[in-house]
């Protein structure tokens, strides 16, 4: 008989202090109402609102970039995702110079995101482009939020 020195479990850590557990994002104007601090940023940041089934606010996560750009890698937003077992999550940022319109950068990167949550059944409910005086892009009010049929091929949802 072998005897095993390790026991093999996993627990979900939750900080009891969390203090946004109640507040939903339901829609744009509720992201943006909550990250709205990024339209003063002086450097683009990226927000990533991890969400449970309810899409209620489970975990933050925040990267900051240069002025005029942001280095995200889609394998570390699905990692904290995973992490926080949340089942969707919003991807919020800024652009220091005020104009929120989305750069074909911006949409590319979407996409790769959006690719990355499917292979793990998680949704991208948005990508939302914080700028100046309130001003705001929702990729997903614009259309352009790329789907997943269950063939695996991309459709892009114009309905929304």
């Known amino acids: 008989m072998t005897k095993f020195a390790y026991r093999l479990e996993t627990k979900r850590i939750k900080e009891t202090d969390f203090p946004y557990s109640a507040v939903p994002m339901m829609n ?5 109402e909550f990250a709205g601090a990024l339209e003063d940023a002086d450097v683009e940041k990226m927000i990533v609102l991890y969400l449970n089934t309810k ?3 489970i975990g933050i996560k925040i990267n ?6 942001q280095v995200i890698f889609p394998r570390e937003i699905i990692k904290e995702a995973l992490l926080s077992s949340s089942a969707c999550f919003v991807l919020v940022h800024n652009h220091p110079s005020g104009d929120p319109t989305a750069s ?3 949409v590319s990167l979407t996409r790769s995101i959006i690719e990355a949550a499917a ?8 990508h939302i482009i914080i700028g100046a005086d309130k001003s705001y892009f929702s990729l997903s009010e614009k259309g ?9 091929q991309i459709n892009l949802n114009l309905g929304r």
């Open 55 to 57: 899409n209620k606010l």
């Open 64 to 69: 900051a970039g240069t002025i005029n750009r």
């Open 104 to 106: 074909p950068e911006d």
């Open 144 to 152: 352009l939020m790329p789907t997943f049929a269950k063939s695996g």
């Open 28 to 32: 744009p104007q509720a992201v943006v």
């Open 119 to 126: 292979l793990f059944d998680m949704n991208v409910l948005d």
